[in-house]
């Protein structure tokens, strides 16, 4: 079973920035390279909800609410998924998944990993 590993979450103040990386293990990069790959997020009381997905092809999708400020980014050829959040803001806090797979296929998730945005 294909497994994503995430790193980077941590405390960071408004205006701060981080870097969330998602690496795929027990997959081969060809299966990797034909999925799509992105990240959500979760406050609590919320919705999961996409913060940006990059398509097998490579079409590149951003939430509104993070446009200008966060930058997805793909290694196919190491498995790897990133996400550079910049200009970071306190609604920004939440638990943010990686993703790699295709609706109506397969489908997986990483642990979750916590951004807290505060002073």
């Known amino acids: 079973q294909a497994q994503l590993v995430e790193s980077g979450g941590g405390l960071v103040q408004p205006g701060g920035s981080l870097r969330l990386s998602c690496k795929a293990s027990?997959?081969?990069?060809?299966?990797?390279?034909?999925?799509?790959v992105g990240w959500y997020r979760q406050a609590p009381g919320n919705q999961r909800e996409a913060v940006a997905m990059i398509s097998s092809p490579g079409t590149v999708n951003y939430a509104d609410f993070v446009k200008g400020r966060f930058t997805i980014s793909r290694n196919n050829g190491k498995k790897m998924l990133a996400l550079e959040m910049n200009s970071l803001k306190p609604e920004d806090t939440a638990v943010y998944y990686c993703?790699?797979?295709?609706?109506?296929?397969?489908?997986?998730w990483g642990q979750g990993t916590q951004v807290t945005v505060k002073d």
């Open positions: 993703y790699v797979g295709r609706s109506g296929a397969n489908e997986y």
């Open positions: 027990r997959m081969i990069m060809s299966t990797f390279m034909g999925l799509d």
